[in-house]
Structures are given as structure tokens and as C-alpha cells.
């Protein structure tokens, strides 16, 4: 009884709060190794900021184009460039997204990881990143991806044999 009683409550007011993604600061090594661990037939980096708008803008689009292929073999990797102590900030923006994916904060110098990533990457943000599912880039957008755009090549990368 005491838990039905409890459920009625947090219904009542504003349902059950899901627990935040966290944020690891990680290094360009670790964000790798997450590329390039097996299980997924295609990965998606996104590289974004909270102070950057279309990095905002763009979230909504990288969040349901990921869900939808999810079950199709798709990997979602955030990689935040915002400074450690905006971790915190960062995470709530994720949470809000309904990003239920555990995330990075990039730490380290900043052109050892844009050269790690994809030598002709600018920097710009926000950056996204394809790969197949052994860490090879399949392409790359230094700017905002549209959905229809991202839904094209992401069903293109999961036709693909992973060679």
C-alpha cells in the first residue's frame, strides 16, 4: 500500500524523476575506445557546447534521429567541450533533451583532440561525427546536421558491412 500511495503522489505531483545522464570528463583516448567498442554497426559523435546555440538547436535532432535507430545497431557518443565546471550545467541540458545516454566532457588540449578526431575538423562547433562500427569515419559535418540529412547517411552507414 505504502508503495501505490507513493506512486499516486509523484503522479500527482509531476511524475517520477528519471535520473540524469552523467557526464565522464574523459580524454581523446577514452572517447576512442568508445567509438571503437564493439556491439555497434554505427557510431555517432557529436561534439557540442551548452554556450553554443546550435549545439542547442541541433539536440533535439541527434536525440530522435539516435532513438530512432537505436535498435538497428546505432551508438550515440556526446562528447561536451565545455569547461569542467559547467558539468553540472551540461548534464542538466542532457537531462532536459531526455538523453539517456552516459556522456563526456572533453578534457585535455583541445588540438590533440580535434586532430585525434578528424585532422580537417576546423573545431567549429557543433561537430558530428560517423563511424562504422570498427571506428572507421565513414563522414563527418563541422557545422548542424539537419535530421533528414543525419536519417540519410545513419541509414546508409547501417546497411553497410562492416569491413
Known amino acids: ?16 524523476a528519471e535520473a540524469a545522464p552523467k557526464i565522464v570528463p574523459a580524454r581523446l583516448e577514452t572517447v576512442l575506445g568508445a567509438i571503437r567498442k564493439p556491439g555497434a554497426r554505427a557510431v555517432l559523435v557529436n561534439v557540442w557546447a ?4 546550435p549545439c542547442r538547436e541541433e539536440m533535439p535532432d541527434i536525440v530522435r534521429a539516435y532513438r530512432a535507430h537505436k535498435a ?7 562528447v561536451s567541450s565545455d569547461d569542467e565546471e559547467k558539468q553540472a550545467e551540461a548534464e542538466k541540458f542532457l537531462a532536459s533533451q531526455g ?8 578534457v585535455g588540449d583541445d588540438n590533440d583532440f580535434i586532430n585525434g578526431l578528424e585532422p580537417r575538423w ?3 562547433l557543433p561537430a558530428s561525427f560517423l ?15 539537419t535530421h533528414r540529412e543525419l536519417t540519410a547517411k545513419l541509414t546508409e552507414a547501417l546497411k ?4
Open 1 to 16: 500500500m505504502r508503495g501505490l500511495s507513493f506512486a499516486l503522489v509523484a503522479l500527482l505531483f509531476g511524475g517520477i
Open 50 to 53: 551548452t554556450w553554443c546555440e
Open 72 to 78: 538497428r545497431g546505432l551508438r550515440l557518443v556526446l
Open 99 to 106: 538523453v539517456d545516454v552516459d556522456s563526456f566532457l572533453k
Open 122 to 124: 576546423s573545431g567549429a
Open 131 to 145: 563511424y562504422d562500427g570498427r571506428g572507421h569515419l565513414l563522414a563527418f559535418w563541422q557545422r548542424p546536421i
Open 160 to 163: 553497410r558491412r562492416n569491413k
